[in-house]
């Protein structure tokens, strides 16, 4: 199933639960076989932060006086 475009934190979600459920239907998510669940959530999630224009370390900006 094609992930949804989108950079809110809904849709990610949905491309991350896509994701999962994909691994957990085949053993694989794209081209990646991921051993465990924690390694295959990791992977979706790197996966839809990157499709969202996202990165998991982004702060918000703080605005100096």
């Keep these: 199933m094609p992930l949804k475009k ?3 934190q809904a849709v990610v ?3 991350i639960k896509t994701l999962v459920h994909e691994w957990e239907e085949n053993g694989s998510i ?3 076989h991921p051993a ?5 959530v990791k992977q979706a999630v790197a996966i839809s932060l990157n499709n969202a224009g996202k990165n998991r370390n982004a702060q ?3 605005r100096e006086k």
Aim: glycine fraction near 12%; charge should be positive; hydrophobic fraction near 5%.
């Design 6 to 8: 989108g950079s809110t």
């Design 13 to 15: 979600s949905s491309n």
């Design 30 to 32: 794209g081209s990646s």
């Design 36 to 40: 465990t669940k924690q390694k295959a």
């Design 60 to 62: 918000p900006h703080k």
